[in-house]
């Protein structure tokens, strides 16, 4: 597929887009049965949780493609790291990590509001993520919902715990802001949001500032899979408050970020 000028000035002026049909049968296939296999044996990254009404459940997880062969294959070799490519106009691609966001139904919590980058150890603009439906993803499932414009707001909001069973809390930086109360002031703000048919995918960028619904749904799941690429302009740092398990030991501030944990995906 090629991307219009339309949907890559969108994307750098509004901060998100949806893109329809990217993720073929196939692949959605690949991912699916990845996704099954990780619910049923989690790695270490695993962040989900049970809530606390006993309905629904939340399987999230970071770095999946490094324990399933299906993930891997997708973050390298489907039509993502060349689509990142064009709409970031970079040269070069890499994976900064990809995550799974399963809200099954009855799952009714809110995922925050937040921005990426605070929790990233990377600096540059050049850095953004595809949202990968799985299922019908709309207001009822757990639409993402975007804040327009807010990635050109140049501002880290401190990253908070997502899932419940997650118990240390990330280091404060005094650089970072507290996220504000958006959800109790929505007016005050220009949110928008796409419905997915399974194979959309939202593109967004790292600072844009979004959250996403519960899924309400009695039979729907929601199945999001989210592939993390940089490009050209992107290096490592070190700022307090990022997750720790997206952190590299070996990098040094201002290094690029080819290394095993975020390979090269993409030259052209
Ligand atoms: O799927 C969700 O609930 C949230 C997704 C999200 O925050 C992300 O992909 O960065």
């Given at each position: 597929m090629n991307l219009s000028r339309k949907d890559i000035e969108a994307f750098h002026a509004d901060g998100a887009i949806a893109l329809r049909g990217v993720v073929n049968a196939e692949w959605r296939q690949i991912l699916a049965d990845a996704i099954e296999a990780d619910i049923a044996n989690p790695g270490p990254f695993y962040h989900g949780y049970e809530p606390e009404d006993g309905r629904g459940r939340f399987h999230g997880n970071l770095r999946t493609w490094e324990f399933h062969e299906g993930f891997r294959r997708f973050c390298f070799e489907s039509p993502l790291p060349r689509m990142a490519a064009e709409i970031l106009g970079c040269s070069r691609i890499n994976l900064l990590y990809d995550q799974l966001f399963v809200k099954e139904p009855?799952?009714?919590?809110r995922t925050r509001w937040h921005n990426d980058q605070p929790y990233w150890p990377v600096d540059g603009y050049q850095i953004l993520s595809f949202w990968v439906a799985l299922d019908p993803t709309t207001a009822e499932t757990g639409a993402v919902e975007f804040v327009r414009?807010?990635?050109?707001?140049?501002r880290f909001f401190q990253p908070e715990v997502f899932g419940?069973?997650?118990?240390d809390d990330y280091e404060r930086n005094p650089d970072y802001e507290t996220v504000p109360d958006i959800e109790s002031a929505r007016d005050d703000y220009d949110i928008f949001s796409f419905d997915l048919e399974p194979g959309d995918a939202y593109a967004f960028h790292a600072l844009v500032l979004h959250g996403a619904g519960g899924?309400?749904?009695?039979?729907v799941r929601r199945r999001g899979y989210t592939a993390r690429y940089l490009g050209d302009d992107a290096t490592y740092s070190s700022r307090p408050g990022t997750n720790k398990g997206l952190r590299n030991s070996l990098l040094r501030d201002g290094d690029r970020l080819d290394s095993e944990q975020y390979p090269l995906v993409w030259e052209g």
């Open positions: 009855g799952t009714v919590n414009g807010s990635h050109r707001w140049g419940r069973t997650v118990t899924n309400v749904s009695e039979q």
